[in-house]
């Protein structure tokens, strides 16, 4: 049976850092009508937070980028969503969702693909070297 959709957005935003923040809050007030679990709100911010920060820091590299967000809500209380953007790329996606293996300097702990994996339904990663990646979200945002 096909899912019905009950809303979405679609938008794109430059890769700052400040912009992590702004779509914490952005997927909060979203998904709030959908009337989710504070555990679920609260770990639906966490995985779009990280999705984000990976695109600035890893796929852009902290240099200027478009991040393309898309998001479905559904009737059934599930939320689909799409994080891609035209950086560089992954050239081993099993290597990276590997816990604790970063690109990034000593700041970064590895963690990003392994709590975004905990914390969704459904967790799928494309990426192309040179091209960009997409991480494509699913989470129910009732208890289980």
Same mark, same amino acid.
């Given at each position: 049976?096909?899912?019905?959709?009950?809303? $979405?957005? *679609?938008?794109?935003l430059? $890769?700052? $850092? +400040?912009?992590?923040?702004?779509?914490?809050?952005?997927?909060?007030?979203?998904? +709030?009508q959908? *009337?989710?679990?504070?555990?679920?709100?609260s770990?639906?911010? %966490?995985?779009?937070?990280?999705?984000? %920060?990976?695109?600035?820091?890893?796929?852009? &590299?902290?240099?200027?980028? /478009?991040?393309?967000?898309?998001a479905?809500?559904?009737? *059934?209380?599930?939320i689909? +969503? /799409?994080?891609? *953007?035209?950086?560089?790329?992954?050239? #081993?996606?099993? &290597?990276?969702?590997?816990?604790?293996? @970063?690109?990034?300097?000593?700041?970064?702990?590895?963690?990003?693909?392994?709590?975004? =994996? @905990?914390?969704? #339904?459904?967790?799928?990663?494309?990426?192309?070297?040179?091209?960009?990646?997409?991480? /494509?979200?699913?989470?129910?945002?009732? =208890?289980?």
């Amino acid at each position: 049976m096909k899912k019905v959709i009950s809303n $979405s957005f *679609d938008m794109n935003l430059m $890769s700052k $850092s +400040i912009n992590e923040g702004f779509t914490r809050t952005l997927i909060s007030s979203f998904a +709030i009508q959908a *009337d989710p679990t504070i555990e679920a709100l609260s770990e639906l911010k %966490t995985i779009v937070s990280e999705a984000v %920060t990976n695109a600035i820091v890893h796929g852009y &590299q902290n240099k200027p980028g /478009i991040i393309h967000i898309k998001a479905k809500l559904y009737e *059934d209380k599930t939320i689909k +969503i /799409i994080i891609r *953007d035209k950086g560089i790329g992954i050239p #081993d996606i099993k &290597q990276a969702m590997e816990p604790l293996y @970063t690109t990034g300097n000593e700041e970064r702990a590895g963690m990003g693909f392994t709590i975004m =994996e @905990t914390f969704s #339904d459904k967790l799928k990663v494309i990426s192309k070297e040179g091209k960009g990646t997409s991480i /494509i979200i699913e989470k129910s945002l009732t =208890e289980k």
